[in-house]
C-alpha cells in the first residue's frame, strides 16, 4: 500500500508544491517531517514569506514615513495588491472584496450593514454546529439591537440520527419561516463535520425568502472554488490562517456583492480608510466612500500582516482554484477509501464529493479525541486535530500533503483504533 501511495504521488497530475513550505518535524522526532493534517486549523507556512517580510522591514528601516509612498510596494494603498488575486479566489468583482481585520470582526461589520431587524423579520438562522464565534456574534448583535438571542437565533440541526444537513430540509425551513428571517449566516465548509454547503441552492433560497445572506468561508476559501457574485451572496467574509496559509492571527477577507456597494443608503461602520483615497488625506469630517468593498475598511492596512497574505494569493493564482480542487477530491478520495472501514471510528464527513472539501472529520467511539490525536502524534508523526469530545479531523491539504501522508494517517489509525471490524 505504501508503493501504491508513493505512485499515487509521481503520478499525480498536479505535482506537490510541498518543497514551497516550511513543514514541521514530526512530533517525537522519529518519522522526520510530520504527515500534517492540520492546514484547516492553520497552514503551513510558505517559505517566500520570510523574505517578503524582511523586504517591508527593509522600507520600513530605509524609509520610515517615506515607505508610505516610496516602498517598493507602497504602503498606502497596499491592500490594492490583494485584490485581484482574492477576487479570482471567491469569485468575485474586484470591486466586491478587501482583506481587512480578522474573521469575526468582519462579520459583524457585515452584520452591522445587513442585519436590519424589523417587524417580523428579526431572526438570525445559523448551524447549529455553526463555529462558536459566529454564535456569540450572532447573540451579540440580537442583543445589540435590543433583541432576546433565545428567540432571535435560529440554529439549524440535522434530521436525528445524521451529522449533516440536508439542503432541501434548509430550503423547506426558508420556505416555512422565510418571513421571520432577516439573516441567514452559514458556514460554506462546516468547520466540525467538513460538509460543504450548497451555497448557491442556499444563497437563491434566502434572499427569495427576503433574508440576507451571508457566508462564513473561514473553511471554504482556499479549499473549494467560489463564486461569490455569480451565486449573488449579500455578504461574506473569510480568515487567511486556515487553507490560505497566511500565518497566526492573519488579516481576513470579506466579500460585498455589487449591489450594495454601489448603494449609498447601506449603513456602514466608517473608518478614515473607508473614504475615496483621493480625498482622504485633506482631513474633512465628511466621509466619501468609494463604490467597492472598500468602503468598509476602517483603519490603515496593517503591512506586516497583509504581507504573507499577498505571498499566500500569489501561489493560489500561480496554480489555480480549478487545478488544486481536483488534487484535492484525488486526496481526499484516497484518504477516504482507506479510512472508510476502520474499528473504532467513523467519517462523519458526505461520501459525496461534491458535498465535500478537504476535510474528513471522525467520530470516535470512546469519545476520546484528545487522546487519539496525542497517540497519533506522539507514536506515528500525524498531525490532526480534536474537537472535544469525539471528533478528530484530518485536512489533506492539496498544496502540501501528499498520497504518502494519507497512508501514513490510516496506517497510524488502523493501528490506534483498528481495522476493518
Ligand atoms: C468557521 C469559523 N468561523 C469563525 C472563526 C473565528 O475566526 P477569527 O478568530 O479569525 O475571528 C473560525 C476560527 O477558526 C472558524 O473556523
Known amino acids: 500500500m505504501e508503493d ?31 504527515a500534517y493534517f492540520a492546514g484547516n486549523s492553520l497552514g503551513l507556512q510558505p517559505r517566500g514569506v520570510a523574505d517578503r517580510l524582511r523586504e517591508e522591514l527593509d522600507d520600513w528601516a530605509r524609509l520610515a514615513v517615506e515607505g508610505h509612498t516610496q516602498a517598493r510596494r507602497p504602503w498606502v ?12 479566489l471567491v469569485g468575485a468583482l474586484p470591486h466586491e472584496v478587501v482583506a481587512m481585520n480578522t474573521l469575526t470582526v468582519n462579520l459583524h461589520l457585515m ?9 417580523r423579520r428579526t431572526r438570525i438562522v445559523i448551524e447549529d454546529s455553526a463555529f462558536p464565534s459566529d454564535s456569540y456574534a450572532v447573540a451579540s448583535q440580537a442583543v445589540h439591537h435590543g433583541l432576546d438571542p433565545a428567540e432571535t437565533v435560529v440554529r439549524l440541526t440535522p434530521r436525528p440520527g445524521e451529522d449533516t444537513l440536508r439542503t432541501e430540509d434548509v430550503l423547506a425551513r426558508l420556505e416555512r419561516e422565510g418571513d421571520t428571517v432577516a439573516l441567514l449566516l452559514l458556514g460554506g465548509v462546516n468547520y466540525l463535520t467538513g460538509q460543504l454547503m450548497d451555497m448557491a441552492a ?28 455569480d451565486w449573488d451572496v449579500d455578504f461574506a467574509a473569510w480568515c487567511t490562517y486556515k487553507y490560505l496559509n497566511s500565518g497566526p492571527g492573519a488579516v481576513a477577507g470579506c466579500f460585498v456583492h455589487e449591489r450594495h456597494v454601489r448603494d449609498a443608503s447601506v449603513p456602514r461602520l466608517a473608518g478614515w480608510w473607508g473614504t475615496e483615497p483621493s480625498v482622504r488625506f485633506r482631513m474633512e469630517p465628511g466621509i466619501s466612500p468609494p463604490a467597492s468593498a472598500d468602503a468598509w475598511q476602517l483603519s490603515n492596512p496593517p503591512i506586516m500582516a497583509l504581507a504573507p497574505v499577498l505571498v499566500s494569493l500569489e501561489i493560489f493564482d500561480r496554480v489555480g482554484m480549478g487545478a488544486l480542487r481536483a488534487k484535492s477530491e484525488r486526496l481526499t478520495g484516497y484518504l477516504a477509501s482507506r479510512l472508510a472501514s476502520l474499528g473504532g471510528a467513523q467519517v462523519i464527513t458526505p461520501a459525496d464529493p461534491a458535498a465535500r472539501g478537504a476535510q474528513l472529520s471522525l467520530r470516535v467511539a470512546d469519545a476520546d479525541a484528545g487522546g487519539l490525536v496525542r497517540r497519533l502524534a506522539e507514536r506515528h508523526g500525524v498531525v490532526a486535530d480534536a474537537r472535544k469530545p469525539d471528533v478528530v479531523r484530518f485536512a489533506p491539504v492539496p498544496l502540501y500533503c501528499t498520497f504518502h501522508d494519507c497512508h501514513r494517517a490510516a496506517e497510524a489509525l488502523s493501528d490506534l483504533v483498528g481495522g476493518p471490524a
Open 4 to 34: 501504491e501511495a508513493r505512485r499515487l504521488d509521481a503520478d499525480d497530475p498536479l505535482p506537490t508544491l510541498r518543497g514551497e513550505f516550511l513543514v514541521p518535524p514530526a512530533p517525537g522526532g522519529a518519522y522526520g517531517e510530520a
Open 77 to 88: 494603498d497596499y491592500h490594492e495588491l490583494l485584490r485581484d488575486p482574492a477576487a479570482r
Open 111 to 119: 452584520m452591522a450593514s445587513f442585519y436590519r431587524p424589523e417587524g
Open 202 to 229: 442556499i444563497t437563491k433560497a434566502g434572499r427569495a425568502a427576503g433574508a440576507a445572506v451571508g457566508w462564513d468561508l473561514a473553511h471554504a476559501a482556499g479549499n473549494v472554488p467560489l463564486r461569490l457574485h
